[in-house]
Nanobody, 123 residues
């Protein structure tokens, strides 16, 4: 079964931190570019961060640059997103998916998508 399963979301106060995980199974994880995409309440999907296969080069949206760090563990088939100095505008559902910068920003497009994990930043 081809699957991506996110975890690590929750409720956190502004300025706090969370670490999201995404476990891959059923496909060759190391052969795929991987990304985090989020959807704020009432908003569209937003490209957050990408880590490419091979050289592990990265991309970050301007809104999260300097605060978030993407990484991947080949042996564990796992993608991570370390989120520091969280802001209320970071609230939303966070999805992991295969694909790079030009991959479609909707699950019906290209790539494999997880079910999402909720992140709520509120005081």
């Amino acid at each position: 079964e081809v699957q991506l399963v996110e975890s690590g979301g929750g409720l956190v106060q502004p300025g706090g931190s969370l670490r999201l995980s995404c476990v891959a199974s059923g496909f060759a994880f190391s052969s795929y570019d991987m990304r985090w995409v989020r959807q704020a309440p009432g908003k569209g999907l937003e490209r957050v961060s990408i880590i490419y296969r091979g050289d592990y080069s990265t991309y970050y949206a301007d809104s999260v640059k300097g605060r978030f760090t993407i990484s991947r563990d080949r042996a564990a088939n796992t993608l991570y997103l370390q989120m520091n100095h969280l802001k209320t505008e970071d609230t939303g559902v966070y999805y992991c998916a295969t694909g790079g910068y030009y991959s479609a920003l909707y699950p019906g497009g290209s790539g494999i998508w997880g079910q999402g994990t909720q992140v709520t930043v509120s005081s």
